[in-house]
């Protein structure tokens, strides 16, 4: 009955990528398997999701191997949500194919002790979902939001509804401008009037803007020449941030040195397929760069 | 026959121009200008330029204020190059009318006490005519190349010819990515492997990243809310850059800061339409935004 650091809650899948650099079949994906990753590097994760029964022992090994709890994770009658997709040569991605599988009658229920979790990241999932999960938790100290432009677009009333909700956004800029118009400083800026402590809008090679209160920061991305696979960039990235976050807490210069972090694990994160790069990570590697990204910025 | 601390040579022109924030016609534009201003703050500065008959005495007047030595500027019989364009919601522009003016024929021709400069910048003009001011100069310590998309479409081979004899690129990520491919941290190191000291590839509201010999930094954007007018944003960026280069000398630590307060003066060229935010603009203003960038970037 041990309460994780931090519980997430998200999506797992099959995926087959196709970029540049190559094609890979039936990998692992999914926002809450990227960012699981993420957050296993500095914390105790709890995972909730689901999947079929298709699903490999190989792959839940994977989840334990990294010390993450599935006892959150439903295997039910059916296939794994599976996604295919391509990607250009600027990285952005094409959906070929899409199997929602088990995924489609996910209902998110935390097992008890997770109810009691201080550090809650709600991945990509519908804001409804995304509500059921707020619903069951007791006395959250951060909870940290991620989105899709989709639900933006096609349920934003119940996304504004949960991310009132909520301590910390984190969405890409593309959203940030689906939300509140082009420029992303005052879109930041409108995301802290909803009452959050924090607003992280993700620029992918152009690293992130962090809006607090009354104050904005600028982290950049770890220069990355090849980026092999994007997939879960942005999930590890969030993962990683919550992971540092529940260990350090919740302050301006705790939060820019968890989105440095969070930069240093998305960058080894498309640096190759799928969770390749992430499952062999060290400790030591990610200090590494950490104390690069410090020195890429330092005027 | 005072030495100028920094000669540019380019393209001054009126403009007609629109953006979400309005119509403003007849202003003055053009690479010399706004990069002339940009460098103003820091140093004397000199320009190489043409004009037509119907160039106003205001404009003459607004360089002379500012301490810009106009001997280098010649007045043509016909029209100033004119540009008339629309920018979109995000900053895209779209130029709807153009006419070269005496600017067709412009060949630069330094006085003979601007051969001897230490500091040069070629902005934005044909890498013909870039070549030809090369070949004027008589023992320069920093030269500074900005160049267009057109360029690197039409004139490949003569553009690679002057990029290879100059010291500093500045370079748009648009015109990064045509160069060298859609990776910017490649596309930074192929320049660097020219033989130059280093590249800038500048990202508009992404900041910009410095490529020297063996390493790479991110310098952020100053945060702007309202960009009333891009135009001249990147010519700014690179006059302010060799402008305080020319007082403190090139190496690793001062390109740093020249490039920050490159960001500041681009971030108040944009606020107004034309020159109309650097016309007035204080040192003690620059430091302030200055200081503001080093906070927002330091983790």
């Not at 995304?130 to 899709?148: G, K, M, Y």
């Not at 529940?246 to 969070?262: D, H, L, P, T």
């Amino acid at each position: 009955m041990e309460i994780p650091d931090v519980v997430i809650v998200g999506s797992i899948g099959y995926d087959d990528i196709e970029t540049i650099y190559g094609k890979k079949e039936r990998v692992l994906g999914g926002s809450l398997s990227h960012a699981a990753f993420g957050a296993s590097f500095f914390c105790k994760v709890g995972i909730v999701g689901v999947v079929g029964r298709d699903f490999d022992q190989q792959h839940l090994d994977l989840f334990k191997n990294r010390g993450i709890c599935t006892k959150g994770l439903k295997i039910e009658n059916g296939n794994t949500f599976y996604w295919c997709g391509a990607y250009d040569e600027f990285n952005n991605p094409k959906t070929l194919k899409i199997d929602l599988g088990v995924f489609q009658n996910f209902r998110p229920e935390l097992p008890e002790e997770y109810k009691k979790v201080k550090y809650l990241f709600l991945a990509n999932i519908s804001p409804e979902l995304q509500n059921h999960v707020l619903s069951q938790i007791e006395n959250p100290e951060i909870i940290v939001l991620d989105t899709r432009a989709r639900w933006i677009n096609e349920r934003r009333d119940e996304l504004m509804d949960v991310i009132k909700k909520v301590d910390i956004l984190t969405i890409n800029d593309e959203e940030a401008r689906l939300l509140f118009g082009n420029n992303l400083i005052k879109a930041g800026k409108e995301i802290i009037k909803l009452g959050l402590s924090a607003a992280i809008i993700k620029k992918g090679e152009h690293g992130s803007l962090l809006f607090m209160k009354d104050k904005i920061f600028s982290i950049p991305a770890y220069p990355i020449e090849n980026v092999k696979d994007p997939t879960g960039a942005g999930d590890s990235f969030a993962g990683a941030l919550i992971g540092f976050l529940s260990q350090v807490g919740f302050n301006e210069e705790n939060m820019k040195k968890a989105i440095a972090y969070a930069s240093v694990i998305a960058s080894f994160n498309i640096e190759d397929f799928s969770l390749d790069n992430l499952k062999n990570l060290t400790r030591e590697e990610i200090e590494k760069r950490y104390n690069e990204l410090k020195e890429i910025t330092r005027i």
